[in-house]
């Protein structure tokens, strides 16, 4: 049983699997969720139209992460949400580690063998998964 499962979301449909998923592996009343977005900045100068440009995603975020919650909640399974900005992998890494989490569930996709890609790491998902210290379970 996992105690605290962190779930990366970036509010497309392919994240569905891993809240499915992370349904299915928390426990009611014994575990709790965390809904995660990470808002990654734009290069150059953050003045106060960027400033603000970053807080109206950061609430839209939460909003979404809002909505999320429900799904959760209607099984008894205490659920919290959190915006970051920075780094996608990093971030979600660093708020894993920060945060005492258990197992981390991201969406993936799996990649074309006869295709080289561009970077070694070629998805946030990989990345992630080679980078955290945490368990990572990688759904598709």
Same mark, same amino acid.
Request: proline share 8%; charged share 25%; aromatic share 4%.
């Given at each position: ?7 990366? !979301? ?6 569905? @699997?891993?809240?499915? #998923? +992370?349904?299915?592996? $928390?426990?009611?009343?014994?575990? %709790? ?31 979404? !992460? ?6 959760? @909640?209607?099984?008894? #399974? +205490?659920?919290?949400? $959190?915006?970051?900005?920075?780094? %996608? ?39 992630? @998964? ?11």
């Amino acid at each position: 049983m996992f105690q605290h499962i962190l779930i990366p !979301l970036d509010f497309t449909d392919k994240n569905d @699997a891993a809240l499915a #998923i +992370a349904e299915r592996l $928390a426990a009611p009343d014994a575990s %709790r969720v965390t809904l995660l977005h990470v808002i990654e900045p734009l290069a150059g100068p953050q003045d106060q139209e960027a400033l603000d440009f970053y807080r109206k995603l950061e609430h839209r975020a939460q909003r979404q !992460l809002e909505r999320q919650q429900g799904l959760f @909640a209607r099984q008894g #399974i +205490a659920c919290e949400t $959190a915006v970051r900005r920075g780094r %996608r992998a990093e971030e979600i890494v660093r708020w894993a580690v920060e945060h005492d989490v258990d197992l981390i569930v991201l969406s993936s996709h799996p990649l074309d063998p006869q295709q080289r890609p561009s970077r070694p790491w070629p998805t946030i998902s990989h990345q992630v @998964a080679i980078l955290s210290p945490k368990p990572v379970l990688l759904v598709r």
